[in-house]
């Protein structure tokens, strides 16, 4: 490994925050416990782009651990009109009783629990955000129970440089 290369860093790109409706329920499966989650609104919003989230599912699948792994395909709209699909795996890992009580739709701290995720965009190579086509970036989340104990969750996703 070169020691030359400099540090990994980062730099804030957007907040997102999406509110789910109750999910799909598939049960038992060979690699685990598969719910599918799918997004009734959302928001996200930085200094080189913002808007409305359009479309979202979360085919989210819980491990016998009880960590979960998200993998979810989104459509932004970003406020000047321009779409954006943003697609992320992630792993969401904690104590067990911090899992089980998320599981139970309990709220949780999220300093209790890690949710991280690795996240791509893919757009228009012709529109003012092609830049993003070539962008790895990384999510920080907590989940929100909403009251009809469907999940919400915030990412702060960060662009790595």
Same mark, same amino acid.
């Given at each position: ?18 509110? !789910? ?19 009734? =609104?959302? =928001?996200?919003?930085? !200094?080189? +782009? ?10 989210? +699948?819980?491990? =016998?651990?009880?960590?979960?792994? @998200? ?6 709209? /970003? ?7 943003? /697609? ?6 904690? @104590?067990?009783?911090?899992?089980? *009580?998320?599981?139970? =739709? ?11 995720? !690795? ?8 529109? @003012? ?22 999940? *919400?969750? /915030? ?5 790595? +440089?």
């Amino acid at each position: 490994m070169d020691t030359r290369q400099q540090p990994l860093r980062t730099e804030p790109l957007f907040t997102i925050d999406m509110e !789910a409706m109750q999910g799909l329920d598939l049960g038992k499966t060979p690699r685990g416990w598969r719910r599918i989650d799918r997004i009734a =609104r959302g =928001r996200f919003d930085g !200094a080189k +782009l913002r808007g409305t989230v359009v479309t979202a599912t979360d085919h989210l +699948l819980v491990l =016998r651990d009880d960590s979960a792994r @998200p993998d979810v395909r989104i459509v932004l709209e /970003t406020d000047d009109r321009h779409l954006i699909q943003m /697609t992320y795996q992630g792993v969401v890992a904690g @104590p067990k009783d911090v899992l089980k *009580a998320l599981g139970r =739709r309990e709220t949780v701290d999220p300093v209790l629990y890690y949710m991280r995720n !690795a996240i791509f965009f893919e757009t228009a190579m012709d529109g @003012p955000y092609a830049w993003l086509n070539a962008v790895l970036a990384v999510g920080m989340g907590a989940v929100r129970i909403q009251a009809d104990k469907a999940f *919400a969750v /915030t990412y702060r996703v960060f662009q790595v +440089l």
